[in-house]
């Protein structure tokens, strides 16, 4: 039974450019969240899916967008990117009805 | 507002040392739950525990256990006996009910010395 899974692992982009990260959740979970985790901090929330539509939402700007598809996976795309973009970027799946959240091993954003 | 505090930013002990990770948190809701994750050099966040507010009963698991004390706002993880490969970051975290995010500390470095 595989866990969360996140691709790509590492990523470095420019300044100002558009990027997606993916992440497939694990079997039988339905909910997705993404957190954003900068060098240092704790993870910070970013926004939350269920039935492909953003349910919760953390306080990031517009620039930050997301989408769930039917087989539940999801898609973190950030636009305009900025240097304190640069982080580790962490999908969490649920079951809707639980409580506990499982991580997937993040994806490293490095902007420059 | 939610707010968890992990004021130990790093610590190190010998192995088969006790350790103890402490956890303050703050919010206004009256249920409420807690968690423990710890993160290794891999980046993947490891569930290790969930307490939900009006459970106060302490929690062991192997060597590890857990101090929930509600009128002290805290949620302490004690380590004993500790082993190299528990060397990680630990994060604390809260949940309110009905919520969907988790509100994490700025997590604690542990390093065990062989």
Redo the contacts between chains.
Sequence with gaps: DAGVTQSPTHLIKTRGQQVTLRCSPKSGHD?V?W?QQAL??????IF?YYEEEE??R?NFPDRFSGHQFPNYSSELNVNALLLGDSA?Y?C?SRMQMN????????T?LTVV | AQKVTQAQTEISVVEKEDVTLDCVYETRDTTYYLFWYKQPPSGELVFLIRRNSFDEQNEISGRYSWNFQKSTSSFNFTITASQVVDSAVYFCALRQTGANNLFFGTGTRLTVIP
């Design positions: 909910t969240s957190y240092g901090q704790g993870p910070q929330f939350q349910r919760q953390g580790l962490l969490a409580t506990e959240a499982f991580f997937g091993q993040g490293r």
